[in-house]
């Protein structure tokens, strides 16, 4: 046996066991796209991670109140090559998120920069914090 035989002997073994635990973790757990939530004055800021996401597959619906977001990625090889290690997942990626009546489904905004997808869902009007006026002067039941 020489050098190089042992070599690709043992990197055999090892796609053989990087296959194996690869499907384990595949068929155990499912892939999400990570999600920041921030709420501001007037609005609800989403961020989700998509790195490598194709622009043109990414897609934010809104459906009776479901914010629904969803990104492709896909990895292409060669013939030639010897993929031994595959950590990171491909395919399409969803994520549903539902939107509070507080939020204004209709006027949802988004966009895609440097692996991230930004989603601006604002507040409704009647939603937001509000002054209430108390009058003064003599004293005045309110009615029940």
Do not use: Q, W
């Amino acid at each position: 046996m020489t050098l190089f035989s042992s070599i690709d002997s043992v990197m055999r073994d090892m796609e053989r066991r990087f296959d194996r635990l690869a499907g384990r973790i595949r068929d155990s757990a499912s892939v999400t796209m990570p999600m920041d939530a921030v709420r501001r004055p007037g609005e609800i800021l989403l961020r989700f991670d998509a790195p490598g996401a194709d622009p043109g597959s990414i897609e934010v619906t809104v459906d009776r109140g479901v914010l629904s977001v969803s990104a492709r990625r896909e990895e292409t090889y060669g013939k030639d090559d010897g993929v031994f290690v595959r950590e990171r997942a491909t395919g399409t990626f969803t994520r549903r998120i539902y939107l509070s009546e507080h939020l204004d489904a209709d006027h949802v905004e988004a966009a895609y920069d440097n692996g991230v997808l930004a989603v601006r869902v604002p507040v409704r009007e009647r939603a937001r914090p509000r002054k209430v006026e108390i009058t003064k002067g003599a004293a005045r039941a309110i009615s029940k």
